[in-house]
Nanobody
Framework: LQLVESGGGSVQPGGSLTLSCVAS????????TGWFRQAPGQEREVVSC????????NYAGDVQGRFRISRDGAKNTVYLQMISLKPEDTAVYFC??????WGQGTQVTVSS
């Protein structure tokens, strides 16, 4: 059972990135799947989550309108599209299924 994130990188403020979380050994659509982030010296916080069964998505207040979570059931993948990135978005981004299974994280750095 494994979750693997990808798509992180370094961008300038105002830039965009799309993160991917591919699962093996479990079906993401069967679990509430979320993106979390942890900046240096700070606690891990939830960014967004998707509940495919309920047809719902949720976002943290500071990413609302800039980030979009989506899923591709056929690819067993959840995405996080991020636009208008800010320096304060800099963090390691993790995906999690059911807050039980976690990926290893991907670094996002927003800096000029």
């Amino acid at each position: 059972l494994q979750l693997v994130e990808s798509g992180g990188g370094s961008v300038q403020p105002g830039g965009s990135l799309t993160l991917s979380c591919v699962a093996s050994g479990l079906t993401l659509d069967n679990h509430v799947t979320g993106w979390f982030r942890q900046a240096p010296g700070q606690e891990r916080e939830v960014v967004s989550c998707i509940n495919t069964a309920a047809g719902s998505t949720n976002y943290a207040g500071d990413v609302q309108g800039r980030f979009r979570i989506s899923r591709d059931g056929a690819k067993n993948t959840v995405y996080l599209q991020m636009i208008s990135l800010k320096p304060e978005d800099t963090a390691v981004y993790f995906c999690a299924a059911g807050k039980t299974w976690w990926g290893q994280g991907t670094q996002v750095t927003v800096s000029s």
